[in-house]
């Protein structure tokens, strides 16, 4: 889904928001005295829900990892007197950023789109993007500059290839989960 301006900070936001809301009536009405880690699984589907599909900038992955942290802080019961770091506080969970779950599922769509029958729609339309565009080409005024295809090859900035080679690849599901498992470790060390 996106805004009337074309992006999907909207999307974003009151995606964040629902889980705001839904982590704040579990805590209050349910598990007040007994909320544990695996808590975040109830949440995390509110919150993840077609976000495969967005164009994401990175100020909106920090928006969804600093909620994320938040999450994380609010069942760990950790105040925000006791100064303990975002680093510390992943560590004590072992759970990794939601924006790397969001890289895997962006990457797990680009393949299972790459590898689509070739007279599927969808098919055909990232074979047309992915293709050089005609140089007299200009994009239309009032465009998006980042979209999903874009954010794609950020994922795949790392692993040192493009759209051309990442759909070569992704026609082996094999090859192409051990690339997408690749790009979000080098994502988490980074």
């Given amino acids: 889904m996106t805004d009337s301006s074309g992006g999907s900070?909207?999307?974003?936001?009151?995606?964040?928001?629902?889980?705001?809301?839904?982590m704040n009536m579990l805590e209050r009405?349910?598990?007040?005295?007994?909320?544990r880690l695996e808590t975040k699984t109830y949440i995390v589907p509110v919150l993840m829900y077609g976000w495969k599909t967005l164009a994401t900038t990175k100020y909106l992955l920090s928006r969804l990892d600093a909620f994320d942290t938040w999450a994380l802080r609010k069942i760990l019961r950790i105040p925000y007197t006791c100064h303990m770091s975002n680093v510390e506080v992943r560590r004590t969970t072992g759970c990794s950023p939601l924006s790397h779950l969001v890289t895997n599922r962006r990457l797990w769509l680009f393949g299972h789109v790459a590898r689509s029958s070739p007279r599927e729609d969808h098919r055909r339309a990232l074979a047309a993007c992915i293709?050089?565009?005609?140089p007299d080409w200009k994009r239309p005024a009032g465009r998006l500059s980042h979209t999903w295809l874009r954010a794609i090859e950020a994922d795949l900035g790392p692993l040192n290839f493009g759209l051309a080679t990442a759909g070569r690849k992704a026609t082996t599901r094999d090859k192409w989960r051990h690339i997408v498992d690749t790009a979000t470790l080098q994502r988490s060390t980074l």
């Fill in 131 to 134: 293709r050089q565009v005609p």
């Fill in 29 to 35: 009405r349910i598990w007040k005295s007994s909320i």
């Fill in 9 to 22: 900070r909207g999307e974003v936001l009151r995606r964040i928001g629902l889980a705001r809301s839904c």
